[in-house]
């Protein structure tokens, strides 16, 4: 069995029928326009894991495995028995990757059709498929891979606009979005140092490795549960480019009082938790669903720290804000989430180019709203996880041309998601396993201050 793909080994006594049928159902319900997230919590919860590890395999395939369905059906089955055959053709198209022995998949994707009763009578359908692919595989392979979505899986446009905003890293960016993530924490600076927790994790026998100030990588990911201090708020589950907020915000600000600071968009707190670990501050998080605000609260409790919650629109200061302006403002804003697909790889297929345009409106709404709560000589930090420039750069610019008065302080800009294998084709990236993230952090100054350079 190879599960280098396919990440934590299902529980060996869960059928691999039940796992295939479970893991097209997260298909299904993708194809439909819901998230992959939403789809696996309507599951039952020992399918989910085993489910997870299959679906989101599928889900970095699928451009390939529908290419290789349109070669061999002309024409699709009904939509179960088309998610449980993409299923299967995404798994085993590549043998060497291939989370179990191919036969046993084949094998197995048929048992799963005929107890399925939304494929009701398409198992031989489905056998014929995935036996043909076994006999012509390097045929059929060949014959999609002048089909670029076959072989970035991603949409077209995806594609072509990589291409247009990063031309000469678009195809290590898609590379890395096929790459399974790494596990990686962010280690409490209240409460340890990355090396002291680099010593706890190796007393219990997991391998890992520190990034970037506060991370550490995992060898192999684990049950948040299971790691050393996790409960005790020692530790959070971050990526490396996500981290870099709240140091970038807070580093260089003047000491003394308690920083007022506002994170706009904060959920689920994990940013929150991080200004709060680095500053005696005194933080407001916002998020406009009073469901997220929960989880904003749940994370700050795990972690012993205090925020003041608010449940509302970040865009509608007149219902939330007391009129005083804030040391500091992290706007982390809704956006594409095109450099985080390696985490969900849904997105990548739920989204739409005009999304782009219409998230860029967003963007720029809220920084003209937020922008004057920032008091003169205070910082606002501008931060996407895009690695579109329309959501990035793009937004900087016609901010920063708009304000004479925001200065645009050192920052990374755009950061490109980076796989341990082709980090040496990113070279402005931080040295490790990251996603993508954009980051601007403006200061306001007079006129006279030179306001605007840097842009």
């Avoid at 060996?12 to 439909?32: G, K």
């Amino acid at each position: 069995m190879n599960v280098a793909a396919a990440g934590p080994r299902p529980a060996a006594a869960m059928p691999l029928w039940r796992l295939l049928q479970a893991a097209a159902q997260v298909l299904e319900q993708v194809r439909a326009g819901h998230s992959a997230t939403a789809a696996l919590e309507q599951l039952e919860a020992a399918l989910r894991p085993g489910a997870q590890a299959l679906a989101f395999q599928t889900l970095r395939q699928l451009g390939r495995a529908e290419a290789l369905r349109r070669l061999l059906a002309r024409r699709p089955p009904p939509p179960a028995a088309d998610a449980l055959l993409c299923t299967a053709l995404a798994l085993c198209w590549r043998e060497h990757e291939a989370p179990y022995e191919v036969f046993t998949l084949v094998d197995q994707a048929v048992e799963a059709a005929k107890r399925l009763p939304a494929a009701r009578g398409q198992s031989g359908f489905v056998n014929a498929c995935l036996r043909r692919l076994l006999r012509e595989r390097a045929a059929l392979v060949a014959a999609t891979d002048t089909d670029p979505v076959a072989r970035w899986n991603h949409p077209k446009w995806w594609i072509e606009r990589l291409r247009r905003d990063h031309p000469q890293h678009w195809e290590a960016i898609l590379a890395a979005n096929n790459a399974q993530p790494p596990m990686t924490l962010r280690v409490n600076a209240r409460k340890a140092s990355p090396q002291e927790y680099l010593a706890q994790l190796a007393a219990a026998g997991i391998d890992a490795h520190a990034v970037g100030r506060s991370g550490v990588i995992l060898a192999r990911g684990r049950g948040v549960h299971d790691l050393p201090g996790f409960d005790a708020g020692v530790v959070s589950v971050q990526d490396a480019a996500a981290q870099l907020a709240a140091p970038l915000l807070l580093d260089g600000l003047a000491g003394g009082a308690p920083l007022r600071v506002l994170d706009a968009c904060a959920a689920p707190g994990g940013k929150t938790g991080h200004l709060l670990e680095l500053a005696a501050a005194d933080v407001t998080a916002l998020d406009v669903d009073p469901a997220r605000c929960e989880r904003i609260r749940d994370t700050l409790r795990r972690l012993g720290l205090a925020a003041q919650v608010v449940a509302a629109d970040a865009a509608e200061p007149a219902a939330w804000w007391d009129g005083r302006p804030f040391d500091a403002i992290l706007l982390d804003a809704p956006c594409t989430a095109s450099g985080i697909v390696r985490r969900h790889p849904d997105v990548r297929w739920l989204r739409r180019e005009t999304d782009i345009a219409q998230l860029a409106q967003l963007q720029a709404r809220l920084l003209a709203v937020l922008w004057p709560l920032v008091k003169p000589g205070g910082r606002l930090l501008y931060c996407t996880c895009s690695v579109f420039r329309e959501e990035g750069q793009a937004q900087l610019q016609t901010f920063v041309a708009h304000h004479k008065e925001a200065f645009s302080l050192p920052a990374p800009g755009h950061l490109l998601p980076q796989h341990g294998s082709n980090g040496n084709l990113l070279r402005d990236n931080l040295e490790g396993d990251h996603d993508g993230f954009f980051y601007a952090l403006l200061e306001k100054r007079g006129a006279d201050q030179g306001a605007g350079q840097g842009a």
